[in-house]
């Protein structure tokens, strides 16, 4: 395995510092080929392509390097192609910030649409056309429709999918296939849910079961809580939406619509319209989209930005769109790195619950050594360990000879988090209903946070990611885990 030592005169022209732990202080180099280098040959020629207000679209296709590769022209210009369809439901989503580990392809739709939000809270007609909606922190996720090989209403959840698909037509489905409180929610909702007029398949988030509300006092209010997961939702006991929780048997917040001749081919659409179900006493749901009160906001004051706040995201939006153009397709190579990704996703995993967004390569050095050789002592065979050190080597050489560009990766990733948590921060004032974390120990039981965060759809590429704060959402559902 490779000491510190060796890793850093691996990278050439790169003197050693002192303090292995601090990041390099060094002349940038250009990322290898085929991506793009040369900084200030970038910054150069991006200078006039910049938007200089942020309703203004990114214009790359005359003032661009002629070495910006095709895919980023195409995405940083106002027209974005779609992408292929999958063939498998994609049920995951992922963090905005996170894109640029997916392919310079993701990485461009999410600048798209960052900058598409950001022109919409400015009062200006976006190029790019996003839907937003928030997210809510429910649980379990389940499925409900009409299965279309033929025609019987079912619930179910991610396992429909799956090789031998779990789908409950009955309830003796539902005991067979489930247990505990899944099965109890699963029940509940095989028996209201034909009720709403279901087209297609929705998949929702479920919010509360039978006994999943309960009376509390926050902020010396007496409210109807519930807990579906990390965040408790409260709702004042008076209101009209109040006494709407409490005759429900259950809550759900549908977010996804499917589409397909078969299970198997259901396509997804993000973004679940339900002004066309029926009003049903026993089940209670929500519009989850905010598009709307988005709009009505814009119209009213004319701006979600002040002046001061859409300079500042400018001047951050500048600084990841040169390094994005810098990174070039050296996003796709490092996507494809198998012995690779796999750590870096868990290694920005633990940086969150100690409480940065923030590392630099020489922090994921270091992380990396420790846990690959701590991996390849867990084997008996003295060949085996052998092998799994030469593999992690392999990986830490690559990690080396992609050094500056990595670096340039990770402070991209930081420049898009810092656009989204500006976003996240405007759009916490479209929240529905009032959202809090239970404390632990004396006092106050409960204390107000912020949703559990938003879900941003680019219209034309019919790509969705989530805009989360994750060093307050996340790392608490990291502890609560």
Request: one cysteine or more.
């Amino acid at each position: 395995m490779k000491t510190f030592k060796q890793f850093f005169e691996a990278i050439t022209p790169l003197k050693r510092p002192a303090g292995l732990s601090k990041p390099v202080k060094a002349k940038p180099l250009k990322a290898p080929k085929p991506g793009i280098g040369g900084s200030k040959i970038a910054r150069k020629r991006l200078g006039s392509a910049v938007p200089k207000i942020i309703a203004k679209p990114i214009k790359l296709t005359k003032t661009a390097p002629k070495r910006l590769g095709t895919k980023i022209k195409k995405k940083l210009v106002s027209s974005f192609q779609p992408f292929s369809r999958f063939e498998r439901p994609k049920i995951h989503i992922q963090h905005i910030e996170d894109s640029i580990f997916s392919g310079i392809d993701e990485a461009a739709t999410a600048f798209g649409m960052l900058s598409g939000l950001a022109e919409m809270f400015a009062g200006h007609s976006p190029k790019v056309e996003v839907l937003v909606s928030t997210k809510w922190d429910g649980a379990p996720s389940i499925f409900a429709g009409t299965n279309p090989e033929n025609g019987k209403f079912f619930v179910g959840t991610k396992s429909i999918f799956n090789q031998s698909s779990k789908i409950n037509y009955t309830h003796e489905d539902i005991d067979r296939n489930h247990k505990g409180d899944l099965a109890e929610k699963l029940h509940v909702a095989l028996s209201e849910f034909p009720k709403l007029g279901i087209d297609g398949v929705l998949q929702g988030d479920v919010m509360f079961g039978p006994t999943g509300v309960t009376e509390e006092v926050i902020t010396a209010e007496p409210v109807y809580a519930f807990t579906p997961n990390t965040i408790t939702y409260a709702v004042q006991q008076n209101s009209a939406l109040g006494r709407r929780i409490a005759e429900a048997q259950i809550g759900v917040v549908f977010h996804t619509s499917y589409h397909g001749n078969t299970i198997r081919g259901l396509k997804p659409t993000y973004g679940a319209t339900v002004d066309h179900l029926k009003e049903c006493k026993s089940v209670w749901f929500l519009n989850f989209n905010i598009q709307d009160s988005i709009q009505e906001a814009v119209n009213s004051t004319e701006t979600v930005f002040s002046i001061a706040e859409a300079e500042e995201f400018k001047a951050i939006q500048t600084e990841a769109l040169i390094k994005l153009c810098d990174i070039g397709d050296f996003a796709d190579r490092l996507q494809e790195r198998k012995d690779v990704m796999p750590d870096l996703t868990m290694f920005i995993n633990s940086k969150v619950r100690e409480g940065t967004t923030e590392f630099t390569v020489i922090e994921f050095v270091d992380w990396f050594t420790k846990r690959r050789e701590a991996h390849a002592e867990t084997f008996k065979m003295a060949e085996t360990r052998k092998r799994k050190l030469e593999e992690a080597n392999e990986a830490l050489q690559f990690v080396a000879d992609s050094y500056y560009v990595l670096e340039k990766l990770f402070a991209f990733r930081e420049d898009v988090t810092q656009m989204k948590l500006m976003l996240i921060d405007k759009l916490e004032e479209f929240q529905a209903i009032p959202a809090f974390l239970r404390t632990e120990g004396s006092g106050e039981q409960f204390k107000a946070t912020d949703s559990e965060g938003f879900v941003v759809t680019d219209v034309l590429s019919d790509t969705t990611m989530k805009l989360v704060d994750r060093l307050g959402f996340s790392q608490a559902n990291f502890k609560r885990a």
